[in-house]
């Protein structure tokens, strides 16, 4: 069997110190054959230098130095468009691949049919430092996983909770250009990816620790629990095409319990315009309750109240 090209999409921002430890981890690849595109998103330390140094030693990667931040997802659309894999790793270069991770991920969507259109797995974290943190899915003692990965049609589960580990999807290429690449109005690209991508295709989770991800203060799961989410607008236009994709009250229902989530949240965030719009988007959900009614009040008081 002739083993596809897979497409690494290395986007870098600022990660000099992580980097020649990420690039590495794709040399030390058991799988060929491999694209490699290294993507600069206007760093202002000395990643564009050590790319370049890296690009010079193997000059079949392509090396592309964005002058200014245009944001993840536009800077990965820049290098998907001109790729040519069949599978597609978007890779954060403060992250690892641990050596067998293509050989694996690839290996399981060749066993899998053609209308799965990603497979992920489990990650270890590291802090700053490179320090273990434990794995992203964790053993609950009784046989089972936290977070529970899912697999097959998981619209529902992807509207519902988190438990997919971005850093270790390996994508379908014709699933991303279905979807017209990443959504460069967002300010991230993960939940909008599950969701578009789960109405018409499957996923599958693989049991296995396949990458490092860094875990920084500055991260997005940090950000959200500070007083300004910057990603909170995002969130709410991937609440908005999700529910233009439900097609069952089951779903309607799940929506209904994530817009209720991100209502509180956007309060917490004294965002009041979110908290309009996902009111909004919860009268035409669900049949709304007094808790509901009260919440969206609060949405309408003047700021400061």
């Not at 977070?147 to 509207?159: I, N, T, Y």
């Not at 095409?241 to 956007?266: D, F, G, I, N």
């Amino acid at each position: 069997m002739i083993s596809p090209l897979v497409t690494i999409v290395a986007l870098c921002h600022n990660h000099a110190p992580y980097l020649r430890e990420a690039l590495d981890s794709i040399l030390a690849q058991d799988y060929a054959p491999l694209e490699v595109w290294l993507v600069d998103n206007g760093s202002h330390d000395e990643s564009p230098a050590i790319l370049q140094e890296y690009a010079q030693q193997h000059p079949s990667w392509y090396l592309l130095l964005l002058p200014e931040n245009v944001g993840n997802c536009r800077a990965f659309n820049q290098a998907f468009f001109r790729s040519q894999g069949e599978f597609v790793v978007d890779f954060a270069t403060d992250d690892v691949l641990l050596p067998q991770r293509i050989s694996q991920q690839v290996a399981l969507f060749q066993s899998l049919p053609p209308d799965y259109g990603m497979v992920y797995s489990n990650c270890e974290l590291l802090t700053e430092a490179g320090q273990p943190l434990g794995l992203h899915h964790q053993p609950d003692g009784h046989g089972g996983l936290v977070p529970r990965p899912a697999s097959g049609w998981v619209f529902a589960e992807v509207l519902g909770r988190f438990f997919i580990s971005t850093p270790t999807m390996l994508m379908r290429r014709a699933t991303l250009l279905a979807l017209g690449g990443y959504d460069e109005t967002l300010s991230y690209e993960d939940f909008d990816f599950w969701v578009r991508a789960s109405r018409d295709w499957r996923f599958q989770y693989q049991d296995a620790v396949t990458t490092r991800k860094r875990k920084h203060l500055r991260s997005m799961s940090a950000q959200v629990t500070r007083a300004h989410d910057p990603y909170l607008a995002s969130t709410v236009r991937v609440c908005a095409k999700a529910l233009a994709l439900c097609r069952t009250p089951t779903e309607r229902q799940v929506l209904a319990a994530r817009l209720r989530y991100e209502l509180r949240h956007a309060l917490r965030r004294r965002q009041l315009a979110a908290a309009r719009e996902v009111a909004g988007l919860l009268r035409q959900v669900a049949r709304r309750g007094p808790v509901d009614y009260a919440l969206t009040l609060l949405a309408y008081l003047p700021l400061g109240r």
